[in-house]
């Protein structure tokens, strides 16, 4: 069995970890797994390596994602040598194995935190346009459709604010 | 240049207090951001590193704190140099292996670094005394917001701030604190408060991050997770872990001296012999017997001496910082002979141990 990271050295230390209920299983030679400090357990983060190495088969495996990043041209087996992207456009390209892998890693797949300021005004319009929409769906669902008109028109209310903040 | 002269001097930077400084070493947060157009450092050419380094470094340098702030190229540093700023926690390990396209910005206080052209383009961080997890967050967050005007980040509304790494995708935050921990170490405990902690999402590492040892009872508590949760709660929830903490390890040294105090006792006053009369001593040895001694300071048992004495003598024992005192390289063999020499001639003013007689010749119990 070859080392997981070098992928040319016999893997001598084997290691197996529960994470997110699934088991994660990892090969590495003597050489990687001190360089990763697997042979110091109080300093070594094993979620971390297995969720990068293990993720990176799964983003494999998922194989709708080929070829490589228009943008930058870095390929899937680049990413499974190093861990990391080419560039931001990357994750675009490669996106349903981006998607899983941020399941395992994550707490959720989406951003909910801090946003440049030019974002947040999207932001904030986004989520208004947002809950005025569900708003909608359920007024339809009830067949309150005197509420339904109103709230479509506060609907183009808002998209035609927004444009016209934007243009100006 | 000679780097030290431009960092502050080790006892300044040892006697910097913050809150809880007595179990918590010190608190950082700091956030991943990279350029919307340009390839991630790992894999752009290398004129491109450099085109770009200079970019941020310059946009970097417009924000107020960083007018008249320290910069340098990674090549323009020494080997030794750069370790010198791995031990003062302003670098990364990897971030001392790069050359020429990947450098600094740091702070005249020392509180704000950037490293530009690490893991990703910026690599800032808040770096404050004691547990100011909070303070340090809305530091760099100020910072950052300043800089995102002059810079065109990476973000995406879905996925937030893009990163080379998928680990640091969308807040890009890394909140972490250094704590000192002896007494979980002694009475056993520590490892099944790494495991607690582990279990909320959190890693446990030692001093120097990712895969290094936990030197002199030094622990670094930081999240793993940046997507789906927003920074606030990041910082909160790791703020409430370290109260915790703090309170396990206040338990466990009052434990210990109530049912083990000759042990405790035993511990330091090793540690003080070796410490002061050895002529031969390694980084390792010292900076795990420096923590007994810090132990010892905290249970006043060497009245007249405050934790900033310990933490000097941690920061000028590490062998860049060894180095540096004498000019230039030598074996590890004579550092081992110079720590040694150091360490005899500053514990020559500090007195043995005041150990209080605790009024039994055995120790009770088990």
Redesign the interface.
Known sequence: MLCDICKEKEATVHLTQMVEGKTKKIDLCESCSK???VD?P????L??ML??LG?SQEMEESGSTTGKCPK?G?SQT?FKK???????DC?DHFTEG?ES??KS?????????????V?QQ??VY?DRLHSLQSKLDKAVAKEDYEKAAQLRDEISRVKSEYSESTIS | MNIQDILSKPEDAAGREGPSNKIVLSSRVRLAR?L?????P??AKKSVRVETFKHIRDNVMEVDPMRDAFHTGMEELSTLDKQLLVERHFISREHAAKTAGSGMVLSGDEALCVMINE?DHLRMQALLPGLQVDKAWMAI?QF??AL??NLD??????????T????N???G?RVSAMLHLPGLVLSEQINQI?QAV?KL?L????LHG?????LGNVFQVSN????????SDIVERLNKVLLQIIDHEENARGKLLENKAKMVYNHIGRAYGILANSHSISSKETMNLLSLFRLGIDLSLFPGNKPALTEELFIITQPAHLQKTRAGKLSAEKRDILRANLLRSRLLKVDRPATPDTGKTEENGE
Request: hydrophobic letters at 30%; one cysteine or more.
């Open positions: 360089a990763k400090g110091d109080t300093g070594f983060s979620a971390d969720l990068g993720a930058c870095f680049d190093t861990g990391r992207l080419g560039c931001p994750y981006v892998l941020l890693m994550h707490k959720g797949t989406r951003h909910v935190g801090k946003a440049p300021a974002w999207t932001k986004g | 990279n919307a157009t340009t390839p991630f790992g894999w893991e967050d950052d917001t995102e005007s980040y990476a973000f995406c509304k879905r996925r937030g701030y893009l080379a790494c998928p680990t995708l969308g807040t935050i790494i582990n999402g890693a446990v590492r030692g990712e895969g290094t040892e936990a793993q997770m940046t997507l789906g949760e927003t920074e």
